[in-house]
Structure formats: C-alpha cells, structure tokens
C-alpha cells in the first residue's frame, strides 16, 4: 500500500529532524552570544518552518487517511500521537520560539527549550515505531 510508504517515510524524516534538534540543534542556541543567537534564529524559525510545516501537515493527512480508511489500533494510536505533537508544537513551542525571536535568549528559557523538546522527541519516536510495526505487520 503505497500510503504506509509515505507514512513511514514522512514519519522517518520527522523522526530524524527532531533528533537532530533534540541534540544538536537546540543545544546549541546556548552558545551563541544573545545578539547571535537572536539574529541566527530570525533566521533559523523560516528555513525550518519550510522543512517542518509541509511534513507536519503531509504527516497529519496521511494518519487521518489512514483511521478514516484503514481504522486499525495503531492508525489511531498514530493520529493520536500526530495530534499532540501538533498541540504541543502550537501550544508550547512556538510561543518559545516567538520569545526568542522578540529577544528572550536567557539560558533558563534555552534550556527549558531543550528540556521540554523531549516530550516532542519521544512521541515522534513512539509515533514511528507505531508506524515501522504497522508497516511491517502489513496493516
């Protein structure tokens, strides 16, 4: 089913980008200087929201393709998981990322940033694994 290719593949490519955020790239916001850092992630939030915004709907579309099409356990553990990602994301981490790029870089908020991403990072993780099973059990 060419879907669950797509599915796999969309999640594989979230699932790698937020690890790489997870222990690279937010981390690293803590050693830029604050004009750096302020200037760098102006920049930053556009590039990755040209990565991140067409996954993340791509990503939501194919698991609601697939409870309203297939309506198995994982498919809707799978969009279960694509909600919350969302909420948190919307809820949670752009209004980090809007104080950054308003000029809050102090590092108890950087390091929030780090911390709190790994609610982001183990549910896309979950949300692959659910994925990789289903794609293998063929369901």
């Excluded at 939501?60 to 553990?77: A, D, E, Q």
């Excluded at 940033?113 to 994925?131: E, P």
């Amino acid at each position: 089913m060419p879907s669950a290719v797509l599915r796999l593949v969309v999640d594989f490519g979230l699932l790698v980008l937020i690890w790489m955020v997870q222990l690279i790239i937010y981390p690293s916001f803590l050693h830029y200087t604050q004009e750096n850092l302020f200037v760098w992630h102006q920049k930053y939030t556009v590039l990755m929201g040209y990565i991140v915004a067409p996954l993340m709907a791509v990503q939501l579309g194919i698991h609601v393709y697939h409870v309203f099409y297939f309506k198995t356990p994982l498919s809707i553990v799978g969009l279960v998981l694509v909600i919350a990602l969302w909420l948190i994301t919307l809820l949670q981490f752009v209004p980090i990322h809007s104080s950054i790029s308003n000029g809050s870089t102090d590092e108890i908020l950087l390091k929030s940033l780090v911390n709190k991403n790994w609610s982001r990072t183990i549910l896309w993780s979950l949300l692959f694994l659910t994925g990789l099973w289903s794609f293998v059990k063929g369901t």
